[in-house]
């Protein structure tokens, strides 16, 4: 039906571009903008995700700095019959991470040690050989023991 110049019958019949180009650009709008709104969904995806860890916060000088004093906790990668294994010495006593009940002596000794004036930070020493995981299992468990503050060091080779 026609009103005066209006159609009645819906949108598509009352507006109709002049211009083959114009129907053309419409009809693609809406890919286009799902397009870009799927890159931008993909490209923030990625900065959302949470990767669990411990982040270092790393000086723009070289290293100098280092503890005064505190506790000291030595890693080595030791070489059995069976295969390698990680030690973890602290106070003159070998620790075994692998093994639950050592680990929990371990965390114990440490939170006893933590308790002492110079207990409130520990030095590190790895291997070059110990595997990353093993840090920071021992990390992880300094921290369970109420130490804050881990200075993570290359044991030397002399």
Do not use: C
Request: proline residues 7%; aromatic residues 8%.
């Amino acid at each position: 039906m026609q009103t005066g110049s209006w159609y009645t019958e819906g949108l598509r019949m009352r507006f109709r571009p002049r211009s083959r180009i114009a129907n053309t650009f419409l009809q693609v709008v809406p890919w286009i903008n799902f397009v870009v709104v799927l890159a931008l969904f993909f490209s923030l995806s990625g900065r959302l995700t949470l990767h669990p860890g411990l982040v270092f916060e790393l000086p723009r000088a070289p290293f100098h700095e280092g503890m005064h004093h505190g506790l000291t906790v030595v890693m080595l990668r030791a070489q059995r019959p069976g295969g390698a294994e990680t030690l973890v010495f602290f106070d003159d006593v070998r620790y075994q991470p692998g093994v639950p009940e050592q680990s929990e002596q371990l965390r114990a000794e440490l939170a006893l040690a933590a308790m002492r004036p110079d207990g409130r930070q520990v030095l590190l020493l790895a291997d070059r050989r110990v595997p990353h995981g093993d840090v920071m299992d021992l990390v992880n468990l300094v921290r369970a023991a109420g130490i804050r503050r881990v200075n993570v060091s290359a044991k030397p080779e002399s």
